[in-house]
Nanobody, 119 residues
Framework: QVQLVESGGGLVQAGGSLRLSCAASVRIFSINAMGWYRQAPGKQRELVATITSGRSTNYADSVKGRFTISRDNAKNLVYLQMNSLKPEDTAVYYC?????????????WGQGTQVTVSS
């Protein structure tokens, strides 16, 4: 079982920056991929960014060039640096850990952290 705790959300003006952190209860070097997802009111949860154990990254088109995902295996932390924030980035941001064991994929989620970008 993997427990994830997000932090770093808040209220920021458009054009500002925030850094989200996700603390994992296990050593993340063994987790296939870590990621950030978000869900705005009335919308489905969507992928924001992922990073594999080999540090390959993937971003949603809407955040490319503005957001950066990184991981610190020694501290079991995953970060999401968000720059040039826009009102449409407003959402609850969730940390995700995806592990594959004997061909079975397991997904773990944090409780979410609110990000609000004012215009």
């Amino acid at each position: 079982q993997v427990q994830l705790v997000e932090s770093g959300g808040g209220l920021v003006q458009a054009g500002g920056s925030l850094r989200l952190s996700c603390a994992a209860s296990v050593r993340i070097f063994s987790i296939n991929a870590m990621g950030w997802y978000r869900q705005a009111p009335g919308k489905q949860r969507e992928l924001v960014a992922t990073i594999t154990s080999g540090r390959s990254t993937n971003y949603a088109d809407s955040v490319k060039g503005r957001f950066t995902i990184s991981r610190d295996n020694a501290k079991n932390l995953v970060y999401l640096q968000m720059n040039s924030l826009k009102p449409e980035d407003t959402a609850v941001y969730y940390c995700n850990a995806r592990s594959t064991v004997v061909g079975i994929q397991y997904d773990y989620w944090g409780q979410g952290t609110q990000v609000t970008v004012s215009s």
